[in-house]
């Protein structure tokens, strides 16, 4: 596609359940970006991937979250047994170069909700 | 360690004002990356300008235009007669050269009143 696409856009799960949210880059970017951001706040960090590669995966809130990368294009975020304060909007990005020096197209996000 | 500040939570405008946009940031980096995001209430984050270190010349786009001083580490956001189709949250970020992420400012609610 010509964008990043996520999916599901939207996710409602029970607490203590698994969920898998997934993003599809901008063909070629090489870069890719996990963030999140909580209702009517700003964008915190979760993990970068260059390649499939994620060299710092110290900006991921605990070890219930884990992300991963293959084929160097689709990225999954997997948080498991869920609790309400994972409840928030996933953000994907990507961009063509590592390291800053470009931007980053986002994603529409997943809306996640645990209830 | 990088930071990105913006001091204005919320502003409200009646259209056609103009308004600006604060952005203070910190690094100690001599390469570096500074952009501009508006998120509109569909809520995908739209790119809307990226300016490197090295280049200080301001910048204007429509009714868009950018400030960016190294002396007072801001990079400031003015929009021109703004309309009601402006209203979003507004964030500004930083990259650092071979940095990880992009780290954003909280944002800026912009509400323009018709």
């Known amino acids: 596609g010509a964008g990043v696409s996520q999916s599901p856009s939207n996710k409602v799960t029970e607490k203590g359940k698994d969920v898998e949210l997934r993003c599809d880059p901008i063909s070629g970017h090489t870069a890719l970006y996990w963030y999140r951001q909580s209702l009517g706040q700003g964008l915190e960090f979760l993990i970068y991937?260059?390649?499939?590669?994620?060299?710092?995966k110290s900006g991921l809130p605990s070890d219930r979250f884990s992300a991963e990368r293959t084929g160097g294009s689709v990225s999954t975020l997997t948080i498991q047994r869920t609790q309400q304060e994972d409840s928030a909007v996933y953000l994907c990005a990507s961009s063509p170069f590592p390291r800053g020096s470009t931007e980053a197209f986002f994603g529409q996000g997943t809306r996640l909700t645990v209830v | 360690a990088q930071k990105v500040t913006q001091a204005q939570t919320e502003i409200s405008v009646v259209e056609k004002e103009d308004v600006t946009l604060d952005c203070v940031y910190e690094t100690r980096d001599t390469t570096y990356y500074l952009f501009w995001y508006k998120q509109p209430p569909s809520g995908e984050l739209v790119f809307l300008i990226r300016?490197?270190?090295?280049?200080?010349q301001n910048e204007i786009s429509g009714r868009y235009s950018w400030n960016f001083q190294k002396s007072t580490s801001s990079f400031n956001f003015t929009i021109t007669a703004s309309q009601v189709v402006d209203s979003a949250v507004y964030f500004c970020a930083l990259a650092i050269l071979n940095g990880q992420n992009f780290v954003f400012g909280p944002g800026t609610r912009l509400s323009v009143l018709p």
């Open positions: 300016r490197n270190s090295f280049d200080e």
């Open positions: 991937f260059q390649g499939n590669s994620a060299p710092d």
